[in-house]
């Protein structure tokens, strides 16, 4: 068993120690990136090991994918049998490289959706139960109970929709308080919606009853009076297929109120153009309408992440709204220089 989370990050403490401990599963501990000394580093862990469960970050897996698949295929995969994902929402076109070529279509993924502060698995597909869905976290896990409230109204959501996602009852996982301050606690939490936890995501729910997390309320834009989410947008743009991984964030915009800014990965042999934006904002304007379309563009060779895979989104507002003496710390990167580079290429 395998899990590449950062031992400091929760999934870390939850699902590379005391999980696997608890269940006896001879695991691997991997210390290092995973793309050194090349990108078939994983792989190669995975057929040395006979790992059968493997379990790692949509951001992880849409790297993996710019550097392509011939990394993948040279090493034998035979041992696996169950893949996950964790971290943050999964795009429909990272989903299917990793069950098709990682997986050879065989290997259902487990699309997992928690938080720090529920202590483990909250939506989640189960092994040959659940019936998958490409960047869907489907039903939710054993004695969890989720429901949408319109943010609006404050009331709850029946049936299909979409809103922001509670939990009607608590469970054995759930945060207790804050360190020293348990009225920030209650004021986050329980703050917006009384009687519900508040989890902070949106998401839409289908006829099915199953959950796809549409990201953080927070990370919403209001463009010329238009709610958009930024996972929403960035789905669609890794929907070309030129594009490896996406980043979305606002800026200042005059008219707009908020415009709209792109960080954009291509894959290997791929080069940005205007004629490259045109085709990303006709996705745009097809997939979700006119009031997606980019404002500004900037193609980059990599994101700031921290070792655990999570987009530094904060650092990439602060370079959008032109503020760059004011990006605070970044020793917590993988790869620090990355921000600097991502400065000195800015669009003004």
């Known amino acids: 068993y395998w899990c590449s989370a950062d031992v400091g990050w929760v999934t870390g403490h939850s699902y590379v120690v005391y999980g696997p401990l608890i269940n006896g599963c001879t695991s691997v501990i991997y210390e290092g990136v995973p793309n050194y000394p090349n990108w078939g580093r994983t792989w190669r862990i995975v057929q040395d090991h006979d790992v059968s469960v493997y379990y790692t970050a949509p951001t992880a897996i849409r790297s993996m994918l710019q550097a392509g698949s011939d990394w993948v295929t040279q090493y034998d995969r035979s041992s696996l049998r169950i893949l996950g994902t964790v971290g943050e929402p999964i795009n429909v076109e990272a989903w299917n490289w990793y069950y098709e070529t990682v997986g050879e279509s065989r290997c259902p993924i487990i699309d997992t959706w928690w938080q720090t502060e529920t202590g483990g698995h909250m939506l989640t597909p189960l092994p040959a139960v659940t019936q998958l ?22 009331k709850e959501i029946t049936g299909t929709g979409a809103g922001h996602l509670c939990m009607k009852q608590s469970w054995p996982g759930i945060a207790r308080t804050v360190f020293n301050d ?87 042999g791929q080069s940005g153009s205007d004629d490259m934006t045109s085709e990303i904002n006709a996705i745009l304007r097809t997939q979700i309408g006119p009031i997606a379309k980019l404002d500004k563009v900037q193609y980059v060779e990599g994101l700031p992440k921290t070792r655990s895979g999570k987009i530094m989104r904060r650092i990439l507002r602060k370079i959008a709204a032109g503020l760059h003496q004011e990006l605070g710390d970044t020793s917590t990167l993988a790869e620090p220089e990355i921000v600097q580079k991502l400065v000195t290429k800015a669009q003004p």
């Open 182 to 268: 348990h009225k920030r606690f209650k004021d986050t939490y329980f703050g917006d919606y009384k009687e519900y936890y508040f989890t902070g995501d949106g998401a839409c729910r289908d006829e099915d009853g199953d959950y796809r997390i549409t990201g953080r309320v927070d990370d919403v834009l209001n463009v010329s009076g238009h709610r958009l989410g930024t996972a929403e947008i960035e789905s669609a743009i890794n929907s070309h297929n030129s594009v490896a991984e996406s980043a979305i964030v606002g800026f200042p915009h005059d008219v707009k109120g908020e415009g709209v800014y792109a960080y954009i990965i291509l894959k290997n």
């Open 133 to 154: 869905k490409a960047g869907v976290a489907t039903k939710p896990f054993f004695g969890i109970e989720p429901c949408l409230i319109d943010s609006e109204t404050k």
